[in-house]
């Protein structure tokens, strides 16, 4: 059987059969996907607008700049004594003033511990008071010799008195001037002080000035003696003039006076509003700078980049950028020298 199917298979030609078999296949594969749901057609994308960039420009204009420094100054005297014992330092005895209290020239103001200054000269004294007598006995004897011979003992008791009393003098701290005290030491006895130490100072507040003062030494460069300052107490504003600068500053030995100076502007006001007292606190205002009638941008205008200063602008529709000389800068706007003119569009950033 298997032999006669074999032979069968070779008389049978086989490219028609693969044909048919092969359209058959495809018969059932088309009749297959015709169960499957159709395929919808893709979607187009949605038009999409571009945004706008939303430039804001401002035109340069022609106005007046002034460059300032600003800050709190303290009304002071202008007089300050600052006391202390020059002769040498010692033990507190007692402190006779207080803290605003008025006191006159030669009022006491501290006394030390006088170590028996007081009773050597007392000694002193009763020597000096010998040497006159016995001169005098001298004289009426007409010795000449002896004469000179108790002169030169009383010039040496008078210089012996006299450099005790010195010493003790010194014991005492007296008041240079008429003032009111601000400051007085809060060491009590039998507290020790050194020589130059200050431990009372009187102020003439008759007159007072504004110190405005900052801890950066370099703040006040640009201001100068001669400034305008405009001042404020309490609403109230009143003029002044700067009169001495930290360069300006007078040369003095009190490394406390030194330290001050250098970093403290003085101002003089013209006149000072009723009420106002020593220690209060005034606004202040100094014009370094002023320029009118000059080209001005505001200071968000301006782009940098490493060394060059730039600004962009809106020609139509056209951006274009320049380049820029500044000249002076407040918090919100600068000045400008060249680069720019007069009504020209300039974006903001």
Not at 75 to 90: N, Q, T
Not at 145 to 173: C, F, S
Not at 313 to 341: H, K, N, W, Y
């Amino acid at each position: 059987m298997h032999w006669r199917m074999v032979s069968l298979w070779k008389k049978i030609d086989p490219v028609p059969v693969l044909k048919m078999l092969a359209a058959c296949m495809l018969a059932s594969l088309l009749a297959a996907c015709s169960l499957l749901p159709a395929e919808e057609p893709p979607l187009a994308p949605p038009l999409v607008e571009p945004v706008k960039q939303n430039i804001v420009t401002v035109e340069v204009r022609r106005g007046t700049l002034e460059q300032t420094v600003r800050g709190s100054g303290v009304l002071e005297p202008y007089d300050l004594r600052y006391h202390s014992f020059k002769a040498g330092g010692g033990r507190i005895k007692e402190v006779f003033v207080r803290r605003g209290q008025e006191v006159k020239a030669g009022d006491p103001l501290v006394q030390l511990e006088l170590e028996g200054l007081d009773l050597e000269l007392k000694y002193k004294a009763l020597n000096l008071e010998k040497a006159k007598l016995e001169l005098e006995q001298a004289k009426a004897n007409m010795n000449p010799d002896e004469m000179r011979v108790k002169l030169i003992q009383l010039d040496i008791a008078q210089a012996e008195y006299d450099l005790v009393k010195e010493r003790l003098d010194n014991k005492l701290l007296k008041a240079e001037r008429d003032g009111v005290v601000t400051f007085v030491t809060n060491k009590e006895p039998p507290d020790m002080v050194n020589a130059y130490e200050t431990l009372v100072v009187v102020a003439d507040t008759s007159k007072l000035h504004v110190i405005l003062t900052k801890n950066d030494s370099n703040w006040a460069s640009a201001v100068k003696v001669g400034m305008d300052a405009v001042l404020a107490w309490r609403g109230q504003t009143f003029a002044g003039k700067v009169v001495q600068t930290p360069g300006s500053a007078p040369s003095t030995d009190d490394t406390r006076l030194l330290e001050l100076y250098a970093r403290s502007v003085y101002i003089e006001p013209e006149t000072l509003p009723e009420g106002v007292n020593m220690g209060d606190v005034v606004d202040v205002t100094i014009v370094t700078d002023r320029r009118e009638n000059t080209l001005v941008i505001p200071a968000n205008a301006l782009r940098t980049f490493a060394s060059r200063n730039y600004v962009q602008g809106m020609d139509g529709e056209r951006v274009f950028e320049a380049d820029v000389e500044i000249g002076i800068r407040t918090a919100s706007e600068l000045e400008i020298l060249s680069g720019v003119e007069e009504g020209q569009q300039i974006i903001l950033r």
